[in-house]
């Protein structure tokens, strides 16, 4: 089983806090094979260099790594980005990324808060 987590599922499991999660993701973070889209890197990036974080991109993926197993998923973007084109729901290009790459990895679990995320992928938990 595999399950994506979204940017902000990373930086709350980066700074320790799985506060407000629910069962069905406490259960995922425990079995699931975990694993982030690249594009996740690029908005941790831009997070950090605005200040809204505290660790540069790698550093946290090097956290969740280390912590819980987390790892890059390596899809070809172009697969990716042609799933996006089908996401038309959103506006903000991290979010059809994100959502675009779990479905083209065979429609996989998403660890989000986003309910807009949830409104438009069913196979989203948090």
Known sequence: MIAYLDTNAVIRLAQGSRRHVGREVARLIERAELLISPIVLLEL????????????SRDVQRKVEAELGVRLCSLPFAEI????????????PFDRLIVANAKANGFAWLISADEKIAENYQRTVW
């Open 45 to 56: 990036e831009l997070l950090y260099e605005i200040k809204r974080i505290k660790l540069p």
């Open 81 to 92: 980005a042609s799933a996006a084109l089908d996401e038309k729901w959103a506006r903000d």
